[in-house]
């Protein structure tokens, strides 16, 4: 979600969309939105931040200062802070949430590079994904209880508990899938790229691995819901180099291509792909159909 834009521009459309079908007046759309419309990660703990920030100021301009609902915003790139045996400390004799610990560790351990593309759905079931919500939830109750015990007060193991919960918040929205998503995806050439994201990329995306960017097309496509849509903005490299010709074989047997705009310079043009098609048609500004 970078700093937010993605995030601020689709808050605007979906307060106006809730205020319009469901009749809610604009302070209670705002707090419906950020609780159960938005969802964000970012690899960069500051950049969350200010994407955080920035949905805040948008929602404040709106109605002034308030109180706002807990946003589904969590910071991808987060590691566990400290070795395993101290991390499960965290969880005390609680047996589920000792488990949950040592899953969120294992999961996290190469955060900082792997950010968006850890998929806890990889190799899981249903209800090994669903235990991150629990997990998270656990998680707060212990830091808000007045018996911290288990954490001793000390700054250290605060400062572990809260990335553990962040985490888990990371792992929840990791696993999910949603109507819409949206973003810019990162770009980074196989040949950048350092060996651990190289062999996650050939391990788990071997049609797409030769650019980051082109991988994240295809993460974003598993993060969206049954009918979901994913409108990326995204190298266009990966539409006709027979290095992908594999990905776009398998994107046509499994997803409709609704529409692609080229951006920048040169003559702009529209294309989609009718449904029921395996041809797109292009239509360039002057010239009529391709």
């Known amino acids: 979600m970078g700093s937010g834009h993605f995030v601020v521009a689709m808050f605007e459309r979906l307060v106006a969309l809730r205020m319009a079908e469901e009749k809610l007046d604009e302070k209670a759309a705002i707090a419906a939105v950020i609780r159960d419309n938005l969802f964000g990660l970012e690899l960069d703990p500051r950049c969350t931040q200010i994407g955080a920030f920035n949905l805040a100021l948008a929602a404040w301009r709106r109605v002034g200062h308030c109180a706002l609902p807990a946003m589904n915003l969590a910071c991808s790139g987060l590691a566990p802070n400290t070795k395993l045996e101290d991390w499960l400390k965290l969880a005390g004799d609680n047996e589920k949430l000792r488990n949950g610990m ?35 939830n656990l998680l707060q109750q212990s830091l808000q209880s007045e018996s911290t015990s288990s954490f001793n007060l000390q700054p250290s193991s605060l400062e572990s508990a809260v990335t553990a919960r962040g985490l888990a918040k990371a792992a929840e929205i990791l696993a999910g899938q ?113």
């Open 102 to 136: 040592e899953r969120l560790f294992n999961l996290f351990e190469k955060a900082h590079v792997l950010g968006s593309l850890i998929n806890p759905r990889h190799g899981a079931d249903d209800m090994f994904v669903a235990d991150y919500h629990e997990v998270s």
């Open 178 to 290: 949603f109507t819409l998503v949206a973003t810019n995806v990162p770009y980074l050439g196989r040949g950048k790229q350092d060996d651990v994201l190289k062999d996650f990329c050939a391990g788990l995306y071997p049609t797409s691995k030769a650019d980051l960017a082109t991988v994240f097309v295809e993460r974003c496509n598993e993060l969206c819901a049954k009918g979901g849509t994913a409108a990326l903005v995204a190298p266009q490299n990966w539409l006709f180099l027979h290095t992908y010709r594999k990905l776009r074989e398998a994107f046509l047997a499994t997803i409709q291509v609704n529409i692609i705009a080229e951006l920048g310079s040169g003559p702009p043009f529209l294309s989609w792909c009718p449904e029921g098609k395996e041809t797109l048609r292009y239509e360039v500004p002057g010239e009529g159909m391709v």
